[in-house]
């Protein structure tokens, strides 16, 4: 069983930044693919960002691009969502997430990700 833990999260104004971080327990955490995703209030989890396992290719749902960035550091079993130029849009909890990968597609649905965090909550305010 992986664990994941997340942290980072906080409030800032419009236009600022975070960096959100996911710790795993997983030693072989480098093949595992890792996601992000985004619950706001009364809506759905929704995908936010993903790295692969294997050459570290990166994918994000098209309301962050150019304002977030996913890494990864497997010698420390650590991803990372770096969010920059906040917008009060973003606002929600926002998960880390894990599946120990099988094969070179990266799944960007809650459905396939095996282990998640516990959430950190995101604020920004106008």
């Known amino acids: 069983q992986v664990q994941l833990v997340e942290s980072g999260g906080g409030s800032v104004q419009a236009g600022g930044s975070l960096r959100l971080s996911c710790a795993a327990s997983?030693?072989?955490?480098?093949?595992?693919?890792i996601g992000w995703f985004r619950q706001a209030p009364g809506k759905e989890r929704e995908f936010v960002a993903a790295?692969?396992?294997?050459?570290?290719?990166?994918y994000y749902t098209d309301s962050v691009k150019g304002r977030f960035t996913i890494s990864r550091d497997n010698a420390r079993n650590t991803g990372y969502l770096q969010m920059n130029s906040l917008k009060p849009e973003d606002t929600a909890v926002y998960y880390c997430?894990?599946?120990?990968?099988?094969?070179?597609?990266?799944?960007?649905?809650?459905?396939?990700?095996?282990?998640w965090g516990q959430g950190t909550q995101v604020t920004v305010s106008s």
């Open positions: 997430a894990a599946y120990k990968s099988r094969t070179l597609v990266v799944i960007t649905t809650t459905t396939g990700y095996d282990y």
């Open positions: 997983e030693r072989t955490f480098s093949i595992y693919t």
């Open positions: 790295i692969s396992w294997s050459d570290g290719s990166t």
